[in-house]
C-alpha cells in the first residue's frame, strides 16, 4: 500500500486526498491548526468539503515528522506564496526518496518562480522526484466523485507514473507528460484570466465576451510558456485549455467568483472581506506579469488584470483598454 502524506487542508488538498485515499492508498494529511486536524479524523472537513463524508484510510496530524514517516508521495497543498515559509519549517521532514507533487498553482511573488522550482531550491529536492499535478480538477466535482482528467508532469517519467498510479480511479484519470513548465504556467495564468473572465460577468456581458478573453487569455499562456521553455502542446490540453475553461467558467471556481464580485463593483478589499477567501490569481498577477516582462512576452489581459487588482483600475476601463489596443494578427509566429 502506498503510503502519501498531504500537506494542507484546504479544499483542494482534502479532495486530492480522497481521490488518494480512493485509489488504495493510506493517506495522513498535515494541518496547521489543531481544529482542522480534529475535524479530519472525525470524518468530515467541515471547513472547506462540508457534507462530504471522508474515507477512513484519510487521518491528520499536526506533527510534519508524524505525517511524512514512512511516505512515498508527499503531496504539497499549501497556498502558493506561503510554500516558502512552510518548507523552511518542515521541508527536512520529507524522506529522500518520496516522490514530491505540487497542487500549488502560482508564481511566487518576488522570486518570480515556479512552485516545483521553490521546492528544489528550499527543501534540496531532487528535480526528477517533483511532479506538478493539473487539469480542470474543481476540488467540489471531484469530491463528489464526478469524472475528471488531469495530468501529472515530471521531468521522470518513472516518477510521474508512479504519481499517476497512486491517484488512479473510477473517476480520476491521470495522464503524464515531462513538460512540467507548461503545466506550471498553465496553472497558474488561468487564474488571472479567470478573474477577468469573472469581471466581464459581473459587468453583464455575455458569451462573445468571455469567450474572445478565455481565447486571448490562452494566446498569452501558450506565448509565456513556449518562451520558458514549455511544450506549445500542453496548452493545447488538460493542463493548459481544459483547466483554463473549468476556472474561466464555473461558479465554483474562487477565482472566477471574485472576478464577477470585482465587475459588480466591489474592491478587493471588499471582496476579501465579503468571502473571507483570496483568490491566488489576485496573489499572482504581479508575479506572472513580472515574470512575462523579464522575458520580453506581450501579456495584455494580465496585465490589465494587474491594474485593477493592485493599482484600482476601473474595471470597465480594463475592457475599454484591451479593446482599444493596436489591430494584430491572431497568430503570432
Not at 495522513?28 to 463524508?53: C, F, H, I, K
Not at 491528520?60 to 514517516?69: G, I, K
Not at 502542446?233 to 472576478?259: E, K, Q, W, Y
Not at 499572482?284 to 490589465?304: F, M, N, T, W, Y
Request: glycine content about 10%; some cysteine; aromatic content about 4%.
Amino acid at each position: 500500500m502506498t503510503q502519501a502524506a498531504v500537506f494542507g487542508t484546504g479544499s483542494w488538498g482534502t479532495a486530492y486526498s480522497i481521490i488518494l485515499a480512493d485509489a488504495g492508498c493510506s493517506v495522513r494529511m498535515w494541518g496547521r491548526r489543531e481544529e482542522s486536524v480534529d475535524q479530519v479524523n472525525a470524518g468530515m472537513n467541515t471547513d472547506y468539503l462540508p457534507g462530504v463524508p471522508l474515507p477512513k484510510a484519510i487521518t491528520a496530524a499536526t506533527d510534519p515528522e508524524e505525517v511524512t514517516a514512512g511516505a512515498d508521495v508527499v503531496v504539497l497543498a499549501v497556498p502558493s506564496q506561503s510554500l516558502r515559509a512552510n518548507l523552511q519549517a518542515w521541508g527536512s521532514a520529507i524522506p529522500s526518496d518520496a516522490a514530491v507533487v505540487s497542487l500549488m498553482k502560482g508564481v511566487e511573488l518576488g522570486t518570480t518562480m515556479r512552485m516545483s522550482e521553490v521546492i528544489v531550491e528550499v527543501a534540496g529536492v531532487d528535480p526528477r522526484r517533483v511532479a506538478v499535478v493539473s487539469g480542470p480538477n474543481l476540488a467540489r466535482e471531484i469530491a463528489a466523485r464526478q469524472p475528471a482528467a488531469s495530468v501529472v508532469a515530471c521531468l521522470d517519467h518513472d516518477t510521474a507514473d508512479r504519481v499517476a498510479a497512486a491517484c488512479h480511479t473510477p473517476y480520476f484519470r491521470p495522464y503524464t507528460t515531462e513538460d512540467v513548465i507548461g503545466a506550471e504556467l498553465g496553472g497558474a495564468t488561468k487564474n488571472v484570466i479567470a478573474l477577468a473572465v469573472g469581471a466581464a460577468e459581473g459587468l453583464g456581458m455575455g458569451d462573445n465576451t468571455k469567450a474572445s478573453i478565455i481565447t486571448r487569455g490562452l494566446a498569452e499562456t501558450t506565448r509565456l510558456g513556449v518562451r520558458l521553455g514549455g511544450d506549445p502542446m500542453t496548452f493545447a490540453g488538460l493542463a493548459g485549455v481544459g483547466d483554463l475553461i473549468a476556472t474561466c467558467m464555473s461558479p465554483l471556481s474562487r477565482n472566477h467568483t471574485f472576478g464577477v464580485q470585482l465587475g459588480q463593483g466591489f474592491s478587493v478589499e471588499e471582496v476579501v472581506a465579503r468571502t473571507r477567501q483570496t483568490a491566488e490569481g489576485v496573489k499572482s498577477c504581479a508575479s506572472i506579469l513580472a515574470l512575462a516582462k523579464d522575458h520580453s512576452v506581450d501579456v495584455p489581459i494580465i496585465e490589465q488584470v494587474n491594474l485593477v487588482v493592485h493599482e484600482g483600475r476601473d474595471v470597465l476601463a480594463m475592457g475599454q483598454a484591451l479593446m482599444a489596443r493596436e489591430r494584430g494578427r491572431e497568430v503570432r509566429h
